[in-house]
């Protein structure tokens, strides 16, 4: 079964998106939930925080495998604590989401312990214009994939360049929401694992700070096996330049930490499926590689 039950935990999205990422729902024959209210915008909400709680409790209860985001944005973080009253449902579902969507992965991850997958919001999903990455999503819904493999990653450090092979789960998602998420009872947990990181609408030194303080808080420590970063996007400097990319480099060369870079996942054009929770494989070294169990 593919059923899908869809939720607005973050902003709101145009209703033009939503329509979009129906009609595409529709072309590839999937049956979906669409509850009532799904869009009645309340400040920076897709909702009230009462509506959008009654909606994931609603798709937790019903018989949908997948929770698809419509949105980030901004708000998931603030369903955590009603999430944390309830009784861990019987049933595993899969959410779906980036960006915002993070907070929600870190909880279903790291408390209920259930796999999910770092992917396109609904909203994104245009049958008229496909993304590059559309194919996967339509081979993933049809069961077609098993696993999803990403090669030609790029050694950030020393530490990279050594030639091994890591098995371990993946974690992370959006790196102002990792650090947003310090002191708190989702507080991302990854030791042991292999942390992915994205974002977007960040310059480079508000990146380098976000790390630093990552590192501080020993979020970020000798325990954590790799970090692979994905696409950070739209933070250019007030005179035009990037500076992402040297800020990303130059907290990687003063690390042990095994760091990657050229992970097709996150807020660019192309946002490839990244599976968290599940068994991952990084081949290291200058021909790195990722395969991970979907």
Not at 81 to 95: A, D, G, I, R, Y
Not at 143 to 150: A, Q, T
Request: glycine share 6%; proline share 5%; aromatic share 10%.
């Amino acid at each position: 079964m593919n059923k899908i039950s869809i939720i607005a935990p973050a902003s709101a999205a145009p209703l033009k998106n939503l329509n979009q990422g129906l009609d595409w729902l529709n072309q590839n024959d999937l049956e979906f939930d669409l509850p009532k209210n799904l869009l009645k915008p309340k400040l920076f909400f897709a909702s009230s925080v009462e509506t959008q709680v009654d909606h994931i409790k609603q798709a937790l209860k019903s018989e949908a495998e997948y929770l698809w985001c419509l949105r980030g944005g901004y708000g998931s973080a603030r369903l955590i604590p009603f999430l944390e009253k309830m009784k861990k449902p019987k049933n595993k579902k899969t959410l779906m989401g980036f960006s915002d969507i993070t907070a929600l992965h870190l909880f279903f991850n790291q408390v209920w312990k259930w796999p999910t997958l770092h992917s396109r919001v609904l909203s994104q999903m245009d049958p008229q214009n496909p993304h590059e990455d559309n194919k996967q999503y339509q081979n993933f819904f049809a069961g077609k994939l098993k696993s999803v493999e990403y090669k030609g990653l790029i050694p950030f450090n020393a530490a990279a360049k050594k030639n091994s092979e890591i098995s371990a789960t993946l974690t992370g998602g959006n790196l102002r929401i990792l650090e947003t998420s310090i002191g708190t009872s989702w507080e991302l947990k990854a030791d042991n694992k292999i942390l992915f990181i994205e974002d977007v609408g960040e310059r480079g030194y508000s990146i380098h700070r976000m790390l630093t303080h990552l590192a501080q808080a020993k979020i970020i420590n000798s325990k954590v096996k790799a970090i692979i970063l994905g696409t950070f996007t739209e933070g250019l400097e007030k005179d035009g330049t990037d500076r992402t990319q040297e800020a990303l480099k130059a907290f990687a060369l003063e690390s042990n930490i095994p760091f990657y870079t050229g992970l097709p996942c996150g807020h660019g054009p192309i946002n490839y499926i990244l599976p968290f929770g599940t068994k991952a494989v990084l081949n290291t070294g200058v021909r790195a590689k990722l395969k991970v169990e979907v």
